[in-house]
C-alpha cells in the first residue's frame, strides 16, 4: 500500500511499545471486573488524575516521572481502596446501574476537577530524554516507549507472583472466583474489593508516570485512553490478565497502523471501530471468562 | 391518556408563555430556553432508560445527529428550516434503530450497552470532525435568516415558546407511551426480560420502538440547538457533555415519568448558575456538582420517589 | 378442537434432548399432555425438568426432538411467539415486575391480545379476581407475600389466554393452608378450558390434581401414566429418595 517495509516494521514496533503500556492500563480496569464485577467507568479519569499527579510531582518537587513511580503507586493505591471502600461500594450496594452510574458520576467528578484546577490547556513535560531514540537494526525506537514497555513487563512478573504466592493474591483470586464462598471462609471481601480496586489504581499511577515523558496531559487525555482501555479488555476477555497485555500489544499496533494510512484524526476511530465489533460479535473476548 | 391526565402539561405549557410574556432578561431568557432544550435531550434518554432501563451513555449520537443533519441541509442544500429539521428528527430516529438493531440483536445490556452507545457516540464526533461536509474542527454556521418562515426569531421568547411547545409535546408523547400497551411492554422488559417474554412481549421490537422514539427526541432537541445557537462543531453536537446532562436530568428528577427530565435539567441548570454566580466562572466546577449529585442520588435512591409519587397519583385515578 | 385427525396429544414431545458441552441434561425425553388435563411432571431434584420446560417453552434450543402444540411443530420457537400460539409458563423463582401494582401486573399478560389499555385492565381486574387478588390489585406488586406472588405469577400468565399453561413448582414454599386454597384455583382454571402441565415436588398436591404424571429422572422418562399407579411403580420410588413419598402411598395404601 506504498509504505517501504522499514516504514511499517518501526510502525509496528513503536506500535507494540505504546501497546504494552496500554495493556497495563487495561490491566487494572481488567483486576476490577474481574474480581468486582464492575465496569470502572472512572478509569480514564483515575489515569488522568495520575498524569497530573506526575505532572505536579516533578514541578514541585522537581521529581523524574521514573523516580515519581513508586510513591505515586503507593499514594494512588491508598486513594483506589478508599475510593472503592467509602464511596463506590456503599454507593452501589453490588447493584449493576447503580455501579454504573457511580463511577460516571466519579468520572465527572474527577475530570472536572483538574479542568478548574488546571484549566483546558495541554501541558507537555519536556525532559531531556523525550526524544531520545535508540537503533534496533533498521528501526529507530523511541525511548520513553522502550523504558515503559520493559517496566510494563516487569510489573506484570510482579502482579504474577502477587497473585500466585501470596495470601492477599489468593484471597482476591478466591473473592473473583466465588465470593460467597471466600466470604464464608472468613476473607474480609469488602477489604479485599478495595484492596483490587487499589492496585487497580496504583497500575494507572505507573502508567501515568510511564506516559509523562512522552504524552500531553489535559482534562481529557485520560479519556483518550479509557475507550483503549475497554476495547483491550473487551478484545482480550473481562477479567483476563493475560487477555490485557497480549490485547494491549494488538492494540498498539492497530492504532500504529490506523494513524499511519488514515492519519492522526482518524486514527483513533479504528479502534472504536473494532470495539463495536468485538461487543456485537464476542462480548467475553477472546481469552474470556464471563461476560 | 384522559384529559385530566394532560392537564399537568398544559399547565406548564401556559406557565411558559406566561414566562416569555412578562420576563425580559435576555439572560433569564437564555437560561430557559437552554434548559427547555435540554429537558427535550432527557425526556428523549428517559423513554429509553428511564422506562426502558437501557441506560445509553451516548445519547449524543442522536442529539448530533438532528442538529447536524438539519443544519446541513439547510447550508449546504438550501433547503428550508422546517423540513430539515423534520429530516434531522428522523435522520437521529434511523440512527437510533440502526443502533439498536445491532446492540439489541447481539444481546447487549447494562454495561455493555453503556459502553457500546458512549463508543458509537465518540465515533461520530471523530468523524464530524475530520469530514468536510460537516465543516471539520470549525464547524458549522447557520447563516442568519431571521423570520418564523425560518424558524428563526430575533427574541428569545418566540424560541422560549418555541422550546415549550417541543417539550410538551415531547411529554404528551411520554404520557401516551406511559399509557399504552409498548409503555406496559416496555417497563416489563425494564423489570424482568424472561417474564416479559414469556408473557408474549416481543423483545427486540419493543427496545427498538423504544429506542427510534428515544433518538428522534433527542435529535429535536439538537435541531434546537442548531436553530437557536446557528452554530455546532463536532464537540457540542457530539461531546459527552451532551450525553451526560440528558442522563443526569431524569435520574436526578425522576427517572421513568414524565415530568422527571424537565424537573432535572432545572435543577442541574440552577445549580450551574448558581455556582457561577457564587464562585465565578471557573470552568468544570457545576459538573463537578453534578457529579456529586449523581453519587448521592444513588447512595440515597431520592431519584425513586418521584417516582413512587407518580404511580400513587396515576393509581388514584385508574385505569 | 378434540385433535380429531390429529396426533391425539394436546402437547406432544418427542425425543427432546439437551446437550451443555459433555452433559446430556435431558435425554430422548417423550410424553403427551392430554388436552383439559392437568399432567404433572414429577421427578427427583436435577433431573432435568426444569431444562426439559426451558425447551418446550422456547428459553432453551434443544440439542434434538420435536415439540408440538396441537400438531403444529413448535420446537424451538422464541417465548413471545409461544404465548401468542397459546403456551404460556410461570418462573419457579417468582419475580413481580417492581414498581407496578398488582393490577398493571397482570395487564402486561393481558396485552398480548388486547390492544387497548382499558381493556387490558378489564381483564387483569377479572383474572385477579379469579385468582383471589381481588383486595391486592391496587397495592404494589412488591409487598405481596409469597403466596400472593405465586396467585400472582399465575394470573400474569392466565391473562395472556393460554389454551396450555405450564407451572413450574408453582406451589413450592406455601404452607399447608396456602397450599389448600391454592389447589381449587388450579382446578378452576382447567375448568376453564385450559390445559396444565405442572412441575412438582408436593406429592399431596400431585396425587389430588394430576390425572396423569409422567417422570423424569436422570435426564429421562422413567415412567408415564395415571398418577396413582405411576407413584405405585418401584422404579419411580427407587428414583426418588428422600422425599418420603414411597412411606407414605404404602401407608394409603
Known amino acids: ?291 | ?319 | 378442537m378434540t385433535g380429531q385427525g390429529r396426533d391425539p396429544a394436546f402437547l406432544a414431545v418427542r425425543d427432546l434432548t439437551k446437550r451443555f458441552g459433555g452433559l446430556t441434561a435431558v435425554a430422548d425425553a417423550t410424553f403427551d399432555v392430554r388436552e383439559g388435563s392437568i399432567t404433572g411432571l414429577i421427578g427427583p431434584n436435577g433431573a432435568g425438568k426444569t431444562t426439559l420446560f426451558a425447551m418446550i417453552a422456547g428459553f432453551e434450543q434443544p440439542s434434538a426432538g420435536l415439540v408440538l402444540l396441537d400438531g403444529e411443530d413448535i420446537t424451538g420457537r422464541k417465548p413471545h411467539d409461544l404465548a401468542k400460539l397459546g403456551l404460556a409458563r410461570t418462573f419457579q423463582i417468582v419475580q413481580p415486575f417492581a414498581g407496578l401494582s398488582v393490577r398493571e401486573n397482570i395487564a402486561v399478560g393481558a396485552f398480548l391480545r388486547l390492544p387497548k389499555r382499558r381493556d387490558a385492565l378489564a381483564l387483569a381486574e377479572d383474572v385477579g379476581q379469579r385468582l383471589g387478588l381481588g383486595p391486592q390489585l391496587e397495592k404494589p406488586a412488591a409487598a405481596l407475600t409469597v403466596a400472593g406472588r405465586k396467585r400472582l405469577e399465575v394470573a400474569r400468565a392466565l391473562a395472556t389466554r393460554p389454551r396450555i399453561l405450564l407451572l413450574d413448582e408453582v406451589l413450592a414454599g406455601l404452607n399447608p393452608s396456602e397450599l389448600r386454597d391454592f389447589l381449587p384455583v388450579l382446578q378452576d382454571i382447567r375448568a376453564g378450558g385450559v390445559t396444565i402441565l405442572m412441575i412438582e415436588h408436593v406429592m399431596q398436591a400431585v396425587m389430588s390434581l394430576c390425572e396423569y404424571v409422567h417422570v423424569l429422572a436422570g435426564g429421562r422418562i422413567i415412567a408415564s401414566g395415571e398418577a396413582a399407579e405411576v407413584v405405585g411403580n418401584p422404579a419411580v420410588i427407587e428414583a426418588y429418595l428422600g422425599h418420603g413419598a414411597a412411606q407414605r402411598l404404602a401407608g394409603h395404601a
Open chain 1, 1 to 291: 500500500m506504498g509504505y517501504p517495509p522499514e516504514i511499517l516494521l518501526e510502525a509496528v514496533a513503536n506500535g507494540l511499545l505504546m501497546g504494552a503500556v496500554y495493556g497495563l492500563v487495561a490491566l487494572g480496569l481488567t483486576l476490577v471486573y474481574g474480581v468486582l464485577h464492575i465496569i470502572n467507568f472512572a478509569h480514564g479519569a483515575l489515569l488522568t488524575l495520575a498524569m497530573y499527579a506526575a505532572f505536579v510531582a516533578h514541578g514541585v518537587f522537581g521529581l523524574d516521572p521514573y523516580a515519581a513511580m513508586i510513591p505515586l503507586a503507593g499514594l494512588f493505591f491508598v486513594f483506589g481502596y478508599l475510593v472503592q471502600r467509602l464511596v463506590i461500594g456503599p454507593a452501589s450496594r453490588g447493584d449493576d446501574s447503580n455501579m454504573l452510574l457511580v463511577t460516571l458520576g466519579l468520572s465527572i467528578i474527577i475530570e472536572n476537577a483538574m479542568l478548574a484546577i488546571f484549566r483546558s490547556d495541554t501541558m507537555t513535560l519536556r525532559l531531556p530524554y523525550t526524544m531520545s531514540m535508540v537503533e534496533l537494526g533498521d528501526v529507530l525506537l523511541s525511548v520513553p516507549r522502550l523504558i515503559g514497555f520493559g517496566v510494563t513487563l516487569l510489573l506484570a512478573a510482579l502482579l504474577f507472583v502477587l497473585m500466585t504466592r501470596t495470601d492477599t493474591g489468593r484471597a482476591i483470586r478466591a473473592v473473583a472466583k466465588e465470593r460467597t464462598g471466600a466470604a464464608l471462609v472468613g476473607i474480609d471481601v469488602a477489604h479485599i474489593y478495595a484492596v483490587t480496586f487499589g492496585i487497580g489504581t496504583a497500575c494507572l499511577a505507573i502508567a501515568a508516570c510511564l506516559l509523562l515523558p512522552s504524552f500531553y496531559v489535559s482534562p481529557r487525555v485520560g479519556n483518550a485512553f479509557v475507550l483503549v482501555a475497554f476495547t483491550i479488555v473487551v478484545l482480550g476477555g473481562m477479567g483476563s490478565v493475560t487477555g490485557a497485555l497480549l490485547g494491549g500489544l494488538f492494540i498498539g499496533v492497530v492504532e500504529s497502523l490506523s494513524g499511519l494510512y488514515f492519519g492522526d484524526s482518524l486514527g483513533q476511530i479504528g479502534i472504536f471501530l473494532i470495539f463495536i465489533l468485538v461487543l456485537l460479535l464476542r462480548p467475553t473476548g477472546l481469552f474470556g471468562a464471563r461476560a
Open chain 2, 1 to 319: 391518556m384522559t384529559p385530566r391526565e394532560t392537564l399537568p402539561i398544559l399547565g406548564f405549557l401556559v406557565a411558559a408563555v406566561l414566562l416569555s410574556l412578562f420576563v425580559t432578561s435576555n439572560v433569564v431568557l437564555n437560561f430557559l430556553v437552554f434548559t427547555l432544550i435540554l429537558a427535550i435531550a432527557a425526556q428523549g434518554w428517559n423513554l429509553l432508560g428511564g422506562y426502558g432501563g437501557q441506560y445509553s451513555f451516548g445519547h449524543a449520537a442522536f442529539f448530533g445527529m438532528g442538529a447536524y443533519v438539519s443544519a446541513i441541509l439547510q447550508q449546504r442544500f438550501g433547503v428550508n428550516a422546517y423540513p430539515a429539521v423534520a429530516f434531522g428528527i428522523t435522520a437521529a430516529a434511523l440512527l437510533g434503530y440502526a443502533i439498536g438493531a445491532m446492540v439489541f440483536r447481539a444481546g447487549l445490556r447494562g454495561s455493555y450497552f453503556a459502553l457500546v452507545t458512549l463508543a458509537f457516540a465518540e465515533v461520530l464526533r471523530i468523524l464530524a470532525n475530520a469530514t468536510e461536509i460537516t465543516g471539520g474542527a470549525a464547524g458549522l454556521l447557520i447563516s442568519l435568516n431571521l423570520g418564523a418562515g425560518n424558524l428563526q426569531f430575533a427574541n428569545r421568547s418566540s424560541f422560549l415558546i418555541l422550546g415549550a411547545v417541543l417539550l410538551a409535546l415531547a411529554m404528551l408523547i411520554t404520557l401516551a407511551l406511559e399509557k399504552s400497551r409498548l409503555g406496559a411492554q416496555l417497563v416489563a422488559v425494564r423489570e424482568n426480560e424472561a417474564a416479559a417474554a414469556a408473557l408474549g412481549v416481543d423483545i427486540l421490537a419493543v427496545k427498538l420502538r423504544a429506542i427510534s422514539l428515544s433518538a428522534a427526541l433527542t435529535g429535536a432537541a439538537g435541531a434546537l440547538y442548531a436553530q437557536y445557537f446557528l452554530y455546532i462543531d463536532s464537540n457540542i453536537a457530539f461531546g459527552t457533555w451532551i450525553s451526560v446532562e440528558a442522563l443526569l436530568a431524569p435520574i436526578i428528577g425522576g427517572a421513568g415519568t414524565v415530568f422527571g427530565p424537565l424537573i432535572g435539567a432545572l435543577i442541574l441548570q440552577g445549580l450551574s448558575e448558581g455556582t457561577k454566580m457564587l464562585i465565578g466562572k471557573i470552568p468544570g466546577v457545576d459538573l463537578i456538582i453534578f457529579g456529586v449529585l449523581l453519587i448521592l442520588v444513588v447512595r440515597f435512591p431520592l431519584h425513586r420517589i418521584p417516582g413512587l409519587l407518580a404511580a400513587r397519583w396515576r393509581g388514584k385515578g385508574a385505569p
